[in-house]
C-alpha cells in the first residue's frame, strides 16, 4: 500500500485488515439492492404506509440521506399470501435509532399497494437495478 504524509517526519507504515478499513466506509455509505434482494420487514400502517426497518451492517456516522432508484413495479411487499407490486415510494419519516445499527422507513406507496392496518410483511426488490442508498458524508 501507499501511505502519504505532510511534514519531515514519516511514521510507521499502518497495516489494517480489509474489513476493518471497509466497515469504516460503511459509516458513511451504505447500498442495498439487486434482483429479489429482502430490505427489511415491516407491517401496514393503512393500506398504503408500509412501515419497516433495515439491518445495517455497521452503525453509520451521523442520520443518514436516504435515495432510491425504481422502475416499474420495481420493488413488492408480501404479507398475509398476498403480494403488493409498487414503484412509488416516499419516505414519510426515516430516522436512524440511537444505536445508529437500523434504519427505520414509513413507505408512502401511493396506490401502489392495498394492504391490511396491522399485517407484517417483508419488502423486497424485484428487478437488478433496485436499490436504497443511505449515505452520511461529512
Request: aromatic content about 12%.
Amino acid at each position: 500500500g501507499v501511505q502519504l504524509e505532510i511534514g519531515q517526519n514519516a511514521t510507521e507504515f499502518e497495516h489494517e485488515p480489509f474489513a476493518v478499513t471497509k466497515n469504516k466506509c460503511l459509516r458513511y455509505y451504505w447500498r442495498q439492492g439487486g434482483s429479489n434482494v429482502c430490505l427489511g420487514s415491516g407491517a401496514y400502517y393503512r393500506s398504503n404506509l408500509f412501515a419497516m426497518h433495515m439491518d445495517l451492517p455497521v452503525p453509520m456516522r451521523a442520520s443518514p440521506t436516504m435515495s432510491i432508484n425504481v422502475n416499474s413495479s420495481s420493488f413488492i411487499i408480501y404479507s398475509n399470501d398476498t403480494v403488493d407490486y409498487f414503484d412509488y415510494m416516499a419516505p414519510g419519516r426515516n430516522n436512524a435509532n440511537e444505536l445508529g445499527e437500523c434504519y427505520a422507513i414509513q413507505w408512502d406507496t401511493g396506490s401502489g399497494t392495498s394492504g391490511t392496518q396491522g399485517h407484517g410483511g417483508v419488502a423486497i426488490t424485484q428487478n437488478s437495478g433496485q436499490y436504497i442508498e443511505l449515505t452520511a458524508e461529512l
